[in-house]
């Protein structure tokens, strides 16, 4: 009696803790790997002139395979899919680590289109457990910021002072997707393993259902998030070559880079107060504003300082654009959609990173420097964050009633 009393009050800190865990496995997969596929890139072989090219195609690959895994999310199981990405995953992360330029680029082809999958999977899945509650979902996002940050600190240490050298990054993500991929696989059930899983939070159709109806708003909704993470991406492209251009050491570009995650903990912390007071459409054009201060104090800096400064404004607004949209597009869509939902989202944000790759990349060769580029996208930023403000998905979209 006294166990079935308490079974209400603990089920909730169980369901969040395990999704805390996945996103501190999905977070941790990527800082093995992410931040230094650049460099492993050059190591094997490619020309540098090549590596934006590289991540253009990346960004394609991300943005037509996050919606099929998304379809297949819906229709197989969200839990079996995801356990089959990583598994990919694993084979191509593992591949990374050999340090030939045809098995690179093999592998990069095949990670791009694994790890395309993660985040809107392990998001769908998040969501719909945490009953599409937002402020629960800002706590156990933290988790992939924290296991990013710890990851990449260890894996770079790994790269000095380990003989794995730089087989680290390759070696270290394809182990941890083998290990997430086998705790999502435990998580399976005997249902799920034959029919897969159709957890959903509960939303009334809304986005998806209200296609033929909703064009231009949804099209405007969309169109904002991709000039919004369009602007958010270039300070992750650029920050980089940024504090190079002001005389910053290796240490500083490396400051700059991680400052953003570090600020992401406390923004994810206070967002359930921050949307209680200012509901998500109006902290949604903070976050905006917030990134487009970024930008522009990172293009205009004297000194490294300020851009490490500025890359702390980044993180705090990241953290409230990302959260309010996901959570606006995922309630606005029918619940036997939330993965296609939350794979539309997550390809805004690939289209963000395509527009900077292919306008971003001439003008820096046509200029010679960096700061044209964060100052273009960091005006683009907040005046794509009213865009979709203006067209913010509600639940009432599927009788047109905005």
Known sequence: MGLDNHRPVLEPHRVTLRLFLLM???????????????????????????????????????LIMAQAWGGFGDRLGRRRVLVVAYLVGASAAASLAVGMLPVFLVGYVVWSIASSAYIPLVDSISLARLGGSRSRFARVRAGATSGWIVTTIAVGAAISLTGAGWAA?????????????????????????????????????????????????????????????????????????????????????????????????????????MLTRLGGRRLFLLGGCLLGLSGLLSAVAPNPTLVIVARLLFGAGFAWVVVPSLGAIAGAAAPSRQAA????????SAAGSLVVAIAGLPLVGLTGSVSLVLAVAAIGTPVGALVAAQAWPVREMRTGRA
């Not at 939902?341 to 805004?348: E, G, N, Q, R, V």
Request: overall charge positive; proline content about 6%.
């Open 24 to 62: 501190v496995a999905r977070g941790s997969t990527f800082g093995a790997l992410s931040p230094y596929v650049t460099v492993l890139a050059i190591r094997a072989g490619l020309p540098v002139a090549l590596v934006g090219p590289l991540s253009a195609a990346s960004a394609i690959i991300t």
């Open 169 to 273: 990054p390759g070696a270290v993500a394809a182990v941890l997707a083998v290990i997430t991929a086998g705790s999502v696989a435990f998580r399976l059930g005997r249902s799920e393993l034959r029919t897969g899983t159709g957890v959903a939070a509960g939303a009334p159709g809304g986005l998806w259902s209200g296609v033929r109806a909703q064009v231009r708003r949804q099209g405007l909704f969309l169109g904002g998030l991709v000039i919004v993470f369009g602007g958010a991406n270039a300070p992750g492209i650029f920050t980089g070559p940024r504090v190079a251009e002001l005389g910053g050491s290796g240490w500083e570009i490396g400051l700059a880079t991680a400052a953003s995650s570090i600020s992401e903990l406390p923004a994810y912390v206070l967002l359930p107060l």
């Open 341 to 348: 939902a939350t794979s539309l989202h997550f390809a805004t």
